[in-house]
């Protein structure tokens, strides 16, 4: 598989929603065309975020968007077609919340969107093996997940290398997406070792310049691998 650039998607959770749609056309002018929303409910993980309705506000605000939904909740295979509606090109949902994980990517297929799959920092990349071939992006997630603005997790490295040697092993053609403590500090050995789509939250929105954060982490991706779309 060749190898596209890497992505840039600015996860909105740590955005001032009350000027959300200026700060998402600002992420747009410095380039970026992926937009991460990160759904919480308060079970899966301790916080609680935001529903369908957000993300139709983003997709009106920003219609050309990549829109990728991020469902840290309970039960998702109850909310996807919801958040499908609202304007979600891919929705990824957790290997530890879906019993029947082949099924649950298939429904969000069958409704026209991409599918992902999200592992916690403890949960084995060797349990995805089954589904290698199905998903078309897996997200590691490099903090646990709830909250914002948390340290990377070094260990997410070498389960990033491991995806590699898997994708490659599998014959397989999925994307491979980091989220959590993404920083001008690690983002160029991230490109480096295999990721394509690095979420960046509090890096980029809470920075105080957020198109000038962006050409920051363009230019450190620029040394690690290439150029950062």
């Known amino acids: 598989m060749e190898k596209p650039l890497p992505r840039l998607a600015p996860s909105i959770l740590a955005a001032d ?12 002018s410095a380039g970026v065309s992926w937009i991460h929303c990160d759904i919480m409910d308060g079970h899966f993980v301790p916080n609680i975020s935001y529903g369908p309705f957000v993300v139709t506000a983003v997709r009106k605000s920003a219609p050309e968007m990549f829109l990728d939904v991020h469902l840290m909740i309970e039960e ?17 949902v957790h290997y530890e919340a879906c019993p029947h994980l082949h099924r649950t990517l298939q429904q969000i297929k069958q409704k026209g969107a991409l599918a992902g799959v999200a592992i916690n920092p403890a949960t084995s990349t060797r349990l995805l093996e ?5 998903a078309d992006l897996i997200l590691v997630m490099s903090v646990n997940p709830g909250f914002g603005g948390q340290s990377f997790i070094e260990n997410s490295f070498r389960k990033i290398e491991e995806l590699v040697q898997m994708r490659k092993d599998a014959g397989a053609d999925f994307l491979i997406e980091v989220d959590g403590g993404v920083s001008l500090e690690n983002i160029q050995k991230l490109t480096e070792i295999g990721v394509d789509i690095l979420v960046a939250g509090s890096t980029v929105f809470r920075s105080g310049k957020i198109p ?9 991706a ?3 691998y290439g150029k950062l779309i």
């Open 212 to 220: 000038d954060r962006i050409r920051d982490l363009q230019k450190r």
């Open 17 to 28: 929603f009350s000027k959300l749609g200026e700060e998402i056309q600002q992420c747009k």
């Open 76 to 92: 998702p295979d109850r909310y996807i077609d919801p958040f499908i509606d609202a304007g979600s090109n891919l929705v990824s």
């Open 222 to 224: 620029d040394i690690g």
């Open 130 to 134: 089954p589904i290698l071939n199905v």
